[in-house]
């Protein structure tokens, strides 16, 4: 015997369709952003679990193993970049939302991000760009592998300023030490995001995952607190990542810099 069905009161064909639910444009635009905060709290988990096995590898994963990462937090960050797009975010918006992503990272710690640690590979992502761009019948070939090796001059520049003793700095003159320490550091984030932007047009494996913000994307007066964290990350991650590519000149300007401690110099 086939048992009956009954309709109750909601699939009902006699029913009344309950009027369609509109959210106004601020609904709207508050769902989004709670939407890419989520997705952005989703990176910040990525980077935990992978700081976590860094620390477990003794500080060394292998080229496959740091790529099998920056694709899971690539894939997330492409999305979060679309829905920015997509909406139309503002510089404030766009800092607001992401700040999940910079959630409980200690500026000891930056080093252990996904960013900084494909640092490990610049030589082999820079041999791998120079190649696909010398086989190239690219018109700007010439010019963009002379943009290619420019990123060392571009590093080397800054850690001059940041690595100058107290006399030097005084004699150079405070403000303008730091005007010109902050545009250097400035143009290493803008090579660092050329050169990823470079990789992209020569289909081979960016040199970090992202590309960054730079501290004069937005006067210094008109910055939101969120604004200037983003800035701040962004900065501190390309600083840790040229730290590890050129790390002996680091240690290098370290070194000159306490021995001119311990001499009296500074």
């Known amino acids: 015997m086939t048992e009956e069905i009954q309709s109750s009161p909601n699939t009902s064909p006699k029913a009344e369709k309950e009027p369609p639910v509109f959210m106004s444009d601020e609904q709207f635009e508050s769902m989004i952003m709670e939407d890419v905060k989520a997705l952005s709290g989703e990176v910040r988990n990525y980077q935990l ?18 790529e099998t990462w920056e694709d899971l937090v690539g894939d997330q960050l492409t999305i979060i970049q679309q829905k920015i797009n997509s909406n139309n975010f503002t510089l404030e918006q766009e800092a607001d939302a992401k700040q999940p992503m910079i959630a409980y990272h200690k ?61 030097e700095v005084r004699d150079y003159g405070y403000e303008a030490y730091e005007r010109q320490r902050t545009y250097f550091h400035n143009q290493t984030i803008r090579h660092l995001n050329g050169l990823n932007n470079l990789a992209r047009k020569y289909q081979t494996r960016p040199f970090t995952v992202r590309n960054f913000w730079t501290s004069d994307i937005r006067d210094k007066e008109e910055q939101t607190p969120a604004v200037s964290q983003i800035m701040r990350y962004d900065r501190d991650i390309v600083e840790e990542y040229y730290g590890i590519a050129f790390s002996s000149e680091v240690q290098k300007r370290v070194y000159h810099q306490q021995r001119q401690n311990r001499m009296g110099f500074y």
């Open 107 to 167: 500026e000891e710690d930056l080093h252990k991000t996904v960013e900084a640690q494909a640092a490990n590979f610049y030589p082999e992502r820079a041999s791998a760009l120079k190649k696909a761009i010398s086989e190239s019948d690219d018109p700007d070939r010439e010019a963009d592998l002379k943009y290619l090796e420019g990123y060392y001059t571009s590093v080397i520049k800054h850690l001059d300023f940041k690595y100058m003793t107290g006399e």
């Open 49 to 66: 679990l992978f700081a976590q096995q860094l620390e477990r590898s003794d500080g060394k994963l292998s080229q496959k193993e740091l």
